[in-house]
């Protein structure tokens, strides 16, 4: 497609990049649209462990390669060509799972990452780290012959037909409340448990007995049941929970939340499985006795041993008071005792590999384990991964009716510690290795067929270094800190691009979440990082409040420092978006206390429309605004506000005409980074800002944009 016609007129002529020109933000989009279905799949060395909004390599790739080129470069024309930028260093500030840090050094480039949070910091060295996978497959054969099997015992049930043990891939459990009369109930909304990911292409399901807790196979959407094994007639569809209210066998409504213990979480009661007999076949089978005296088991032996579980109480927090508001007082209240004696068991035989390298790429896969082996986890149902991990909310929220996976699992098992050593682990390896990117293939027209793996780069062998002069001495260095970033060890203008990815003031609060990971992790690695010595994985120096003129004055912390070590002729450029105006009046406040004006802008495809939460909201942003930024110093800028709304109509009819689909919100995202362009050519106020912000929106009819000033 012939995009040329819709060139955006760039008027400043002191450029010293190619990121401060046009961009090609439809090839880009495409590319990171097909990336964006598989994340994991498409780019593993970022997915090696849990972290939040991490971004695409491809946009990255494409940010990085444009702020290293000279004025004019045809940036596409250049993606998929092997790079060797030697003697170019990259910044990120915030470097999260390390995209930026991968995609700088694909270029050829060094690359300095940075983040406050101790889980990033060790899972992004993990991620670069080269163990070759003999040495992993080894040390995990090691372990399947030490821990397996006694993880495995306590995931076995009996085959009703054959007699036999057969293993066990997951437990249903529903959380239970007691009345006043002491009636107890379970919490379904139904007693449907299992479906189809397409239940009219396949409509069997299986339902519970909300009488005698047997397990039958029905349609998903039958209304009128009858027991085969009590008669019990019922309702599939009506359980006595909906919303926030639980209904009694008398008809009296109680909040369920009226109905909570005083200092301990919702009982639950476990009444299903899912088994894997030796031919394959998946069977659904009740809970019975036995099953139950081996879960009473776990609860002695639990007891019993000495094993290195986590101690650290939950701190109250935007994502963290709603488990605590349910009683989840410490964070080893999210597993249940199996768990905590399975999880256990393989923790303490992972410490005993000597090698340090080997065990802690274990560690980094066993602390990932964790987020699909906990009792917030969920069943998503037949036909796809079965288990729907505890962070699939921004909030940690109770499940009525949690999935308790088989830790070590099998082959047929999803986010277990063996299925993940194969589709984490090794993947992020071998990425290491043949660092591809997606393309597609296409016609003799240039119409887009399938996607295909491409390599463009050459393997990512670094050396992981700690100091300044190290980095410089070492040709192949890479440095990965913990620490603020708003005091780099650093030396002024040394630094040729700053591309990262800023955290959100009013969206996920990233310690209050990793301190399910960093309560696992720090007990076994404060001795060996100084890092983990904390009290949690927050930090005083954490970018991060709810206020927006507080998080302006973090961020700008951040900035100014990335100012100081970036060179005269470097830009930052990082990516954003926002729904309200607040929003980018606030990173406009931060750009310009730092001395930095932003000198363009470019929309680019940022997330899957399908993601959660984004499929909850009415307009879904899915783009990001690339923001370049330049040192007020040396950034001349001309963009007036009449030019900056042609600029936002030409850049969403581009997108459009490339058959993107632009919401109202995306179209605010345009917008709004267009006009920090404008605002850029001189100081303004926080409410001028917000003023022009919601004029431009007005002007470019999309509906009125609340302005929410936090004062």
Request: with cysteine; aromatic share 10%; charged share 20%.
């Amino acid at each position: 497609m012939n995009t040329t016609a819709h060139t955006i007129p760039f008027l400043p002529t002191s450029e010293t990049t190619a990121i401060e020109g046009d961009f090609p933000i439809v090839e880009i989009s495409q590319i990171a649209e097909q990336e964006s279905w598989r994340k994991e799949i498409n780019r593993p060395i970022y997915h090696i462990h849990k972290w939040w909004a991490t971004r695409l390599g491809s946009v990255f790739r494409g940010i990085t390669l444009a702020a290293l080129s000279e004025p004019g470069t045809d940036v596409w024309q250049s993606f998929y060509k092997h790079h060797q930028l030697s003697g170019k260093v990259v910044l990120d500030p915030f470097m999260g799972s390390g995209t930026t840090l991968g995609e700088a050094t694909k270029l050829g480039a060094k690359a300095i990452g940075c983040d406050i949070n101790p889980v990033s910091t060790f899972q992004v060295r993990q991620a670069f780290t080269r163990v070759p996978e003999p040495e992993l497959r080894a040390a995990f054969a090691r372990l399947e012959a030490q821990v397996t099997p006694e993880i495995r015992r306590y995931y076995q049930t009996r085959d009703p037909v054959s007699g036999e043990l057969i293993p066990v891939l997951y437990c249903f459990w529903v959380k239970m409340v007691t009345t006043p009369e002491n009636e107890t109930i379970p919490l379904f909304s139904r007693y449907v448990f299992s479906q189809d990911t397409y239940p009219k292409k396949k409509p069997k399901a299986q339902l519970v007995c909300p009488a005698c807790w047997e397990v039958m196979e029905n349609r998903y959407d039958a209304t009128e049941v009858v027991c085969p094994h009590c008669a019990q007639p019922f309702n599939p569809q009506q359980g006595p929970a909906a919303g926030q209210y639980v209904t009694a066998q008398n008809g009296k409504r109680y909040r369920i939340k009226d109905l909570l213990p005083a200092d301990k979480p919702l009982a639950q009661r476990m009444y299903a499985m899912m088994a894997l007999r030796p031919n394959g076949e998946k069977i659904y089978l009740p809970v019975r006795d036995e099953d139950r005296a081996l879960y009473t088991d776990a609860e002695t032996r639990l007891v019993q041993e000495d094993l290195p579980l986590p101690t650290l109480a939950v701190r109250s927090g935007h994502n963290t008071d709603q488990a605590l508001g349910y009683n989840y007082r410490h964070w080893r209240d999210f597993f249940n005792a199996r768990q905590l004696l399975c999880l256990g068991l393989l923790l303490r035989s992972i410490l005993e590999i000597e090698d340090v390298a080997v065990q802690e790429q274990m560690l980094c896969l066993f602390s990932g384990t964790l987020e699909f082996n906990n009792m917030f986890c969920s069943f998503k149902g037949e036909g796809t991964g079965a288990v729907r991990h505890m962070f699939s909310h921004h909030i940690l929220k109770p499940e009525r009716a949690p999935l308790e996976n088989s830790v070590w699992g099998t082959d047929k098992s999803s986010g277990t510690f063996s299925t993940l050593f194969e589709s984490r682990l090794l993947r992020a390896k071998r990425y290491l290795d043949e660092p591809f990117e997606v393309d597609f293939q296409r016609t003799l027209l240039g119409e887009r067929l399938g996607a295909i793996k491409t390599v463009a780069s050459s393997p990512i062998d670094v050396q992981q270094v700690d100091s300044w002069a190290q980095f410089k001495a070492i040709p192949n260095a890479m440095m990965v800190l913990n620490g603020d970033s708003a005091a780099l060890p650093i030396p002024a203008k040394s630094v040729d691009a700053v591309v990262t990815d800023p955290p959100y003031f009013d969206f996920v609060h990233y310690s209050e979440l990793s301190d399910f990971f960093f309560a696992w992790l720090s007990p076994v690695l404060k001795g060996r990082y100084a890092w983990f010595e904390r009290a949690d994985s927050s930090a005083p120096g954490e970018v991060q409040h709810k206020d927006s003129r507080v998080f302006a004055r973090q961020l700008a912390a951040v900035f100014t420092e990335c100012q100081r070590v970036l060179k005269d002729d470097g830009v930052l450029a990082f990516s954003f978006h926002h729904s309200r105006v607040e929003g980018w009046a606030t990173i406009y406040e931060a750009i310009t206390a730092a001395g930095l004006a932003v000198v363009a802008s470019h929309p680019v495809h940022a997330e899957l429309r399908a993601a959660s939460p984004k499929t909850a909201a009415k307009e879904p942003i899915s783009l990001d605004a690339i923001l370049v930024c330049k040192k007020r110093s040396v950034a001349n800028i001309y963009l007036d506000e009449k030019a900056a709304i042609v600029n936002a109509k030409t850049l969403a009819k581009r997108l459009e005409n490339a058959g993107m689909s632009i919401s109202s919100a995306d179209r605010f995202v345009i917008i709004a980074s267009q006009m920090l362009v404008v605002l850029s050519s001189q100081t303004r106020g926080f409410d001028t800002v917000c003023s022009a912000l919601h004029r431009a929106a007005q002007q470019i009819a999309i509906a009125p944009i609340q302005q929410q000033v936090i004062a």
